[in-house]
């Protein structure tokens, strides 16, 4: 990890398991006094390494009981197809992430709705209103194994 040192990798850490910690619980932490641990972390948010600071929220606890992870293919792959589409879905809440992919399909998405009828609305509404698409694979997770957005540093 470029530029990145050991402290800073604690930081990380520490910042990725709770991003509530208090700059006393961090500093401690990572064996520094409040002021410098402050200056790291205000470092590493300039330079675009930590992002922003959320709340992970409970897809079930919300009603949002079904994942689907949707393959499309479209009829061509030039860039303003990719960028159209890209447009398109980053409008869509129920899209939690999307991806341009090798292989035989253009773009893997994560997608999240209440039941099986809230999916059929977004696929017919939206989905499946986009120009340009070639095809639509849905696969339905029965059961999320692991879930973490704490890269590994």
């Known amino acids: 990890m470029p530029d990145l040192d050991a402290i800073d990798r604690k930081i990380l850490a520490s910042l990725q398991a709770d991003g509530r910690i208090t700059m006393q619980e961090l500093a401690d932490k990572v064996g520094l006094s409040v002021s410098p641990c402050h200056r790291r972390v205000k470092l590493l948010e300039s330079r675009g ?3 922003r600071y959320t709340a992970q929220v409970d897809q079930k ?13 479209l009829t061509r792959q030039k860039e303003e ?3 159209r589409f ?7 809440d129920e899209v939690l992430e999307c991806y341009l ?4 399909r253009d773009y893997l998405l994560r997608v999240v709705a209440a039941d099986l009828a809230a999916y059929e609305s977004f696929l017919k ?5 986009l120009d340009g698409i070639a095809s639509i694979e849905s ?4 059961s999320q194994v692991k879930y973490s957005i704490a890269l590994p540093v």
């Open 101 to 104: 992919m090798t292989g035989n």
């Open 81 to 83: 197809d990719l960028a």
């Open 86 to 92: 890209a447009r398109a879905i980053s409008k869509w």
């Open 125 to 129: 509404t939206k989905l499946t209103r």
């Open 61 to 73: 606890a919300i009603g949002l009981h079904v994942s689907v992870f949707i393959s499309i293919k």
């Open 49 to 51: 390494v930590i992002t």
């Open 139 to 142: 696969s339905f997770a029965l």
